[in-house]
């Protein structure tokens, strides 16, 4: 064998387990690749069907029976007090300041309430007449069904009402004479958080008013 092919093998006989190693880290790399790309697929499908749920509660349950449905079409701001055709006012004109949502045992202000309705909220109000169990019973459904850190629901006593408690959220009331009726959580649970006034999502912390719950 002539030095030229002895030389030649020598070559070929160091260059093949590098070739060798190079081939196997490739196959690690893509490897690790497949891996990574997974785990960000299932990552993905987890943060999606996470989504999902957490959001399914907003506008589960069907519209209450009973629920009066209208529609609201001023979102105008003002500065004074308002004038509005229904007691309480379920959506108009209103303050720029949402009123922070929680429970309150003092009337609270119809235009800061209004805008709160304007980012999702459900307003239940009742007279100041109502019996203690009542209102009991009515504090816990609220602090039982908060949506979320801005919470989305006020609770207060109302003069004048037609009924011994009614929700309201922006263009829907629902009246009912106990707080063990079952459409008041239907009524939250369509509504709370909702659309129905324009502005999902928007605030109903940093505004005006100290609930006590």
């Known amino acids: 064998m002539g030095k030229q092919a002895r030389q030649s093998r020598r070559t070929s006989a160091r260059t093949e387990p590098q070739r060798r190693v190079t081939a196997s880290n490739r196959r690690i790399r893509l490897g690790v690749v497949a891996v990574v790309a997974g785990i960000l697929v299932v990552g993905v499908a987890v943060a ?3 989504f999902a749920f957490g959001f399914s509660t907003v506008g589960a349950s069907s519209l209450p029976r009973g629920t009066q449905t209208f ?3 001023d979102h105008t701001h003002v500065s004074g007090p308002v004038t509005y055709d229904r007691v309480p006012p379920a959506g108009g004109p209103h303050n720029p300041v949402q009123l922070n949502c929680g429970i309150y045992t003092q009337a609270v202000p119809n235009e ?3 805008h709160s ?3 999702g909220s459900v307003w239940i109000t009742y007279q100041p007449t109502l019996g203690a169990d009542q ?4 504090q ?4 039982s069904n908060y949506v979320g850190t801005e919470r989305y629901l006020i609770l207060s006593p109302y003069s004048g009402l037609r009924s011994p408690i009614v929700a309201s959220a922006w263009g829907a009331q629902l009246s009912v004479d106990l707080a063990s009726d079952s459409r008041l959580a239907d009524f939250i649970h369509h509504f709370a958080g909702g659309a129905q006034g324009g502005e999902p999502g928007a605030a109903c912390t940093g505004g005006v008013g100290s609930p006590v719950g």
């Open 48 to 50: 999606a069907i996470a």
């Open 71 to 73: 529609a609201e079409l």
């Open 112 to 114: 800061n309430a209004v």
């Open 117 to 119: 309705l304007e980012h």
């Open 135 to 138: 209102v009991a019973a009515l």
């Open 140 to 143: 816990q459904l609220i602090t």
